[in-house]
């Protein structure tokens, strides 16, 4: 039997349903949403990034402004400039794109940002609220990934569940929620041996390497829910270029019970949860404002 197909695109339309009523009902009341994004470097693809991001904020009614720094910008200069946006009251939301110029370290910079107004959920406080179990705004890609696991139905409390790969982003935040929520977790990574012993006692596989067809049948457990956060373009045998995940969707959609895809699955769900964060810091802003 097939697995059930996990729609992160059809998961996603609802969350941004929500946002933009959430966004809306601020606003009846006179309260602006606004990110700030920084883009430190021209690039194509972070400006292409950039320009979806802002067209995916209008959508739901979040006001978006791009800030560009030229490459050579100082990190002093960028650390400035943050403590300035956190200042502003009219800004809601801040974020920055990365990869940051190499002469810049992305943790301290993501440090200046104010708590409240992360919406990336990078922020060290944010994560140690996640350990704590008193969650403020978690990153993106780790909340997408317990929104798709809530979807399938499945229970997540007391089940066995397994993480592979152990980045800031998206591995470790991932294991947090999942051990916020009361499941059993095993986090792999680079070091672990005999990584299919882990894998196969999975009943929630999360797997977040950006290594193209890591994972196959071999390494799943029957019926089990698979989470494939991995984005990988290759090289097809005609020169064709493809996405694909770290799970070979092909085996593996014979033995899970569900499964993401990609693209379809995680990507259009972080996008959501982002802008969920987005609206989650206006409206934290304005009560501790009130109080």
């Excluded at 694909?244 to 959501?272: C, E, I, R, S, Y």
Aim: aromatic residues 2%; proline residues 4%.
């Amino acid at each position: 039997m097939a697995a059930r197909i996990i729609d992160g695109v059809g998961l996603a339309a609802g969350v941004k349903q929500d946002v933009a009523a959430r966004v809306a009902a601020l606003a009846r009341t006179g309260k602006r949403v606004r990110l700030t994004a920084l883009l430190v470097g021209s690039s194509p693809a972070g400006e292409l990034y950039a320009s979806r991001q802002a067209e995916a904020c209008r959508a739901v009614g979040v006001e978006y402004d791009l800030i560009s720094l030229a490459g050579d910008v100082s990190q002093r200069e960028v650390k400035q400039l943050i403590r300035k946006l956190n200042d502003d009251p009219t800004v809601t939301g801040i974020m920055m794109h990365l990869p940051l110029p190499a002469h810049m370290d992305p943790a301290r910079l993501q440090y200046e940002i104010d708590v409240v107004k992360d919406v990336e959920g990078v922020n060290p406080a944010n994560i140690g609220y996640v350990v704590y179990g008193h969650t403020l705004i978690a990153p993106c890609t780790a909340l997408s990934c317990i929104q798709l696991i809530h979807a399938t139905g499945e229970k997540i409390e007391g089940a066995e569940a397994v993480v592979v790969g152990a980045s800031e982003i998206a591995g470790k935040p991932i294991a947090l929620l999942l051990s916020e929520e009361m499941a059993t977790v095993t986090l792999c990574h680079i070091a672990t041996r005999d990584l299919k012993s882990h894998t196969r006692r999975a009943e929630i596989l999360v797997v977040a390497v950006g290594k193209a067809g890591l994972i196959s049948a071999d390494h799943v457990k029957d019926n089990a829910v698979v989470i494939d956060v991995g984005i990988n373009r290759i090289t097809q045998p005609d020169g064709s270029k493809k996405t694909v995940g770290d799970v070979d969707f092909d085996q593996v959609k014979h033995k899970a019970a569900h499964l993401t895809p990609v693209p379809g699955g995680v990507g259009p769900m972080t996008v959501a949860m982002l802008l969920q964060n987005v609206v989650r810091s206006a409206e934290i802003r304005y009560e501790t404002h009130l109080r």
